[in-house]
């Protein structure tokens, strides 16, 4: 490790003076750059969160902590996400899984790179590294492609490990919900020794989180649709009675009194009589799936860690960090949904069926002839159960190498092995097995009365995903040579990272695209994916220190890094920061970097096969005049005028790889830009504060595409390529319905977002009070977040929310307060987020009245929360208590345009006032 000496530069060295006392400075490697510095506040933007800090919030994961920070916004997942219930069959499925993963400014969880002690954890969620292994996190919000290669664009949380630990700790936590709902539980234990040659440090974690179902709080109990008239509960028209949609115009209508609505709904009787059926009302007759829903996951972790390190001489040491993490989760949705379009049909002679018509889709009997009239029967099978989609979910990771020191010179290496591995398997229960309900219906069974059928016609199909990250590195650090201001410093290295993506599913969910059918619900039918990626990169970093205790300048740096990353995927790429460093006077830091970002697709954008999913959109076509339908020819083909179809909101979309879906996809380029300031005034002391501009563009951005983006877009130009992506019956019982909108991986357009950091912290004087006080102020304000999608919209999406990109309120921030005083401790904490506007909110926004915005703005919304400590020490324990959301705040309604149950899950709180006790031990 190197070591800097610092002596008295004035000592007369002729005279029998005693020595000076020599001060040992260690050096550090800070996150953001190569370079191993005794200065902590640099070039870089960091936020760190401190272990007291992570342990005063009370949560057993990592999750809710970091994504609560001001900089993290957009769409990230947590374990409130459920959803679809975590169902649909697709590699990158999140819903369901009990994952937390981060989007630092918005830009998504796949620029936003995670690190353990510096290097890349192969799954990115954060759920699975044990609280009581984390010494503390850095968080940079700033492009760093230099450092650490691709994916760093938004920033990196670089999760730095406890290594000097000694002794032994326990600790037990519980909490449960002002409703007496979602109770978790905890426990850790904690080991460590440390002596002369090195250190070792272990410990095991368990937590487990009860499921709380939708119905348990009043915001997500039914499903929500906006209108212009306001608000309407809805529902699925796949129903247990069984919907009958007839074709327009069946002479079976008129007797029913519908009107111009063509479906029926079964009343009495096994449905094998017209007189069993009326009309169909939506608001009174739609199925509640909501009231199957979860608004927290069920999850339950076991964790083990090992971290040490051993000097096998003063010249060789070898290091070690190994974690396990087993989790076992579980999303739930309602009993399975079915209609024709899975695959089966009911011929017009079937002995149940009082239409005398076909009802089928693709798939129709034989003899079906194009010009016959056909109908749809939309069914809710309850009597098979809830669908209920487990994952079984194992990491594990080792980080290994040697490290040591060239001689007596100031030059260090390190050899180091990066080595990661996880699965997923995925369980989806009691989904309909379409082979066998075909059978039923054959030998007799009665479809239009669901529950008579056996329990054959479900299935219980399987999913297998495996990564797996194998990386070797070298690097070197030292000084190259002295200057007036002090030593120029290089750290230079080479690496070679191969990543490999593996994903297959069960024979009964294979995909077939002729007919966009499985053997079960086409929610499940997925593909077979496999791909590998591999990268070689040189890359290198100086500091040149050009000014020393010069007037103005207490000190003025440069540093240059660069890094060349050749990528069997794509050409080599070469990208490039510089950074200064300026301190006018000795209170006074003023930073600035322009670095170029890159980021590869990764196997899962390349490699992932054809997926059936489930978006909810609003469609542009609804309810439209003629003189509309004509201009918007390419987004509402086949669409009748004033279409108002029997199911609409949740469509079939087609997710693919961008290399499956045949499409070169490029990597992404950007640029970031930072300019800050650091001010620490001596004349208060513990006073300190940040101010950081920050400017991120980025060019062929990649992501898969949101089936709303892909209406919008085509709806604003009637050329647009994504008009191509839409496809749409042009026959069968309502013609102009979506059959399906192409969502692949591509490379959608250019991003451009810039904003203001300004963080506070304040150690205060002990006054009049008792106790140690220190307040803490982070916040973030988003200025601008535009992306422009050539041949579709240009728009400035911040203080807004879309499916595509989430929740970008301008502003969010953080107050927190901390006491202390003698055996006692306290903390509170107030989080603001800004209002905000939902885009494109309304079903129906033809029928808003004149000059009236179809965007929704929704509130802003502050939390509160507070912890208590009392330590007792002869008993070597500590006892805490706290109330997370004091105040029972509940989240916004954004109603259909999120993806579980009306609100934004990514944003807020949905189980509202929680209480939480812990109890630790340390011997």
Known sequence: MTVIHAQDANQDNNKATPPKETKTLQTIEVTGSLIRRVDSETASPIVTLSRETLTNSGNPTLGNVLQALPSFSGYATNPQNNSNGGGVASPTLEGGDGASRLSLR??????????????????????????????????????????????????????????????????????????GDGQRRGINLTVGSAGDRGNIVGGLDYNKYDPVLATARDFSSYQYYLYASGPSRQGSSQTPQGTVVLPAGSPLLPPYGCGTRNRVIRNSGDGSKLSDYRCYSGGSDAFNYNAYNYIQTAQERTNGFVVGNYKINDALTYYADFFYNHTHSAGQDGPPPTNPGDGWYIPSTNPHNPFGITFCSLICPPGTLPTDPVGSLRLRLTGAGTRLHT????????????????????????LGINYGHSTRDQKDYHEVNIAGFQAAINAGGNPFAQETLPISVTDNPEYHKTNTTKEVSFNVSGDLFQM?????????????????????????????????????????????????????????????????????????????GVRMSDYDISSTSTNKKIAVEWKPIEDLLVRGTVSQVFRVPNPDELY????????????????????????????CQYVPVNWQPSGYGQITGLYEGGAVAGLKLHPEH????????????????????????????????????????????????????????????????EPGSIYYISTSEINLGNLSTSGVDLNVAYVLPEFFVPGRFRVAFNS?????????????????????????YGNLNR???????????????????????????????????VNLPAGVS?????????????????????WHTSLDVGVDNLTNRKPSSIYQNGANYNVDTATYDTLGRYFWGRVTVKF
């Open 608 to 635: 992932d096969g054809p997926t059936a999913t489930n978006p909810t959109v609003t469609d542009p076509c609804l309810n439209q005049s003629a003189s509309y339908l004509a201009a918007h020819s390419a987004l």
């Open 391 to 414: 994952f079984d979910t194992t990491n594990i990771q080792l980080i290994t190498g040697l490290r040591g020191t060239f001689g007596s010179s100031s030059w260090t290496w390190d």
């Open 854 to 874: 179809s965007s929704l703005p929704r509130p802003s919304i502050t939390y509160n929360s507070a912890k208590l400590g009392y330590a007792i020490p002869a």
């Open 484 to 560: 007036p201001a002090g030593a120029v410093q290089l750290s230079a290295g080479a690496l070679y990272r191969k990543q490999e993506m593996d994903y297959q599913v069960t024979s009964d969910a294979v995909l077939d695209l002729s007919t966009f059918t499985c053997g079960i619900l086409a929610e499940g039918c997925g593909s077979p994916g496999h791909g590998t990626i591999s990268a070689k990169e040189l890359y290198g970093e100086v500091l040149i220190p050009l000014l020393a205790d010069a007037p103005f300048a207490k000190s003025l740096n440069v540093n240059i």
């Open 670 to 733: 950007g640029k970031s830009f930072d300019l800050g300031f650091v001010y620490s005034p001596s004349w208060a002391e513990g006073l300190s504060g940040t101010l950081d501009f920050w400017h991120i563009t980025l060019n062929d951005l990649l992501t898969p595409l949101a089936a709303q983006t892909v209406l919008d877009n085509c709806a604003s130009n009637n050329s647009s390529s994504y008009c191509g992506l839409i496809y749409r019956y042009s026959s069968g019982v």
């Open 106 to 179: 918005g830009m998504g969880d796949a620029r936003t790179l995670l690190l353990v002690d510096g290097h890349r954890m192969t799954n990115p969620d954060i759920n699975m590294l044990p609280a009581n292994v984390i010494e503390r996190v850095e968080v940079l919000a700033s492009g760093a492609t230099t450092a650490y290669g691709s994916d760093a664009i938004g920033g990196v949380a670089n999760f730095i490990l406890r290594k000097d630990f000694s002794g032994l700790e326990v600790s037990a936590n519980g909490g449960v919900s002002g409703e």
């Open 780 to 804: 973030t304000y988003t200025g601008t977040y535009k992306v422009n999608i050539p041949g579709g919209t240009s728009a400035d999406y911040a203080g807004s929310y879309t499916q595509q």
């Open 811 to 845: 502003l969010r921030a953080s107050v927190t307060l901390n006491w202390k005083f003698d055996n006692w401790s306290a903390q509170w904490q107030t989080r603001y987020i800004d209002h905000f506007s939902v885009l494109n909110a309304y079903v129906d926004p």
